[in-house]
């Protein structure tokens, strides 16, 4: 049995789903059953259970808004990690490549130094701190420009299909590098890190992403392409969009721990955008 944090986001639904079609038995917890930052319900609800691991899916992922309300972002994505942890389960926490600074074209491996650009990155980076110096047992996976083709989910590909069927023409940047992740592969990869019992150690951080990397623009133009969409993509640089947070201009991160824990590579993140069969390998 496995607990899940933030059931109803994107990658929290893709992993309840995935873990249930397994038989795998899962307490789905989305924010209106516990908000991860109280400590008396976490202890309620998971103190109760006998759970082989808590996968927290919640964050705070606004990363503009983030540079207004750092408390927030801290909240979520640092204390409440680390609140999860003390329940003494191994806990499979979820972090970003928005950790590093993104100014090396070379892969971030997991061994290198953070150096976050934005109170989110901070945040995220304060969480995955927290989670190494607790002693606790468990894995963080960071993964990197998360999405899902399922409707009602919130993410970049549905920007942008949305835009793509509303206008003839849109502007992306294309001065940003990154791997774009199905959610759906990220939960498959968590399962299988589970199943290889690398959660039952102490805690370690994994990187999990898309193979291959692209700029937003290239993944923009993929997305209308492969979902036959008539509009024209045009490449612009970053500051035609003005943004609050600094965001990574080259983060891509390399997958060779995950590939040597479970004995299998990530597919590429095209493959993934056009295929419309789901990456099993469980
Ligand atoms: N999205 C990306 O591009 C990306 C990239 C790299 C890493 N990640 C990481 O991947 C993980 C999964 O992200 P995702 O894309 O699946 O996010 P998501 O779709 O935004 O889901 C996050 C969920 O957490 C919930 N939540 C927020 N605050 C909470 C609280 N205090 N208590 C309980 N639940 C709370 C949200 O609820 P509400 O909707 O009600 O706020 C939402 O359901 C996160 O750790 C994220 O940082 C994401």
């Not at 964050?59 to 309300?69: G, I, L, Q, S």
């Not at 498959?188 to 951080?205: F, K, N, T, V």
Request: charged content about 20%.
């Amino acid at each position: 049995m496995i607990a899940v944090t933030g059931a109803d986001g994107q990658l929290g639904q893709a992993l309840v789903r995935r873990a249930s079609g397994l038989g795998i038995g899962v307490l789905a917890l989305g924010r209106a059953q516990l908000d991860v930052t109280d400590s008396a319900r976490i202890s309620q609800l998971l103190g109760a259970g006998r759970f082989e691991a808590v996968v927290n899916c919640a964050a705070y992922n606004a990363v503009d808004r983030a540079e207004d309300c750092p408390g927030e972002a801290f909240a979520v994505n640092a204390y409440a990690p680390w609140l999860l942890a003390q329940q003494g389960i191994p806990l499979v926490h979820v972090s970003t490549d928005y950790v590093f600074d993104g100014v090396s074209e070379r892969l971030c491996e997991v061994t290198d130094a953070p150096s976050p650009l934005s109170a989110y990155g901070l945040s995220k980076r304060a969480g995955e701190a927290a989670l190494l110096e607790s002693g606790a047992r468990g894995l963080i996976v960071r993964t990197a420009w998360l999405y899902s083709k399922r409707e009602g989910t919130r993410n970049f590909f549905q920007t942008i299909r949305r835009l793509a069927r509303e206008r003839p023409e849109i502007s992306v940047v294309d001065d940003q590098v990154g791997s774009p992740t199905l959610a759906e592969d990220l939960a498959e990869a968590i399962l299988l890190l589970i199943r290889a019992g690398a959660h039952c150690r102490p805690m370690s951080l994994f990187h999990f992403a898309g193979k291959g990397s692209c700029s937003r623009f290239e993944f923009a133009r993929a997305i209308v392409r492969a979902e036959g969409l008539d509009c024209r993509v045009r490449p612009v640089h970053t500051g035609a969009f003005p943004s609050r947070a600094r965001r990574p201009a080259h983060a891509v991160l390399s997958c060779s721990r995950f590939e040597h824990a479970c004995g299998v590579a990530p597919r590429g993140w095209l493959e993934a955008l056009e295929s419309r069969e789901a990456w099993e390998v469980l």
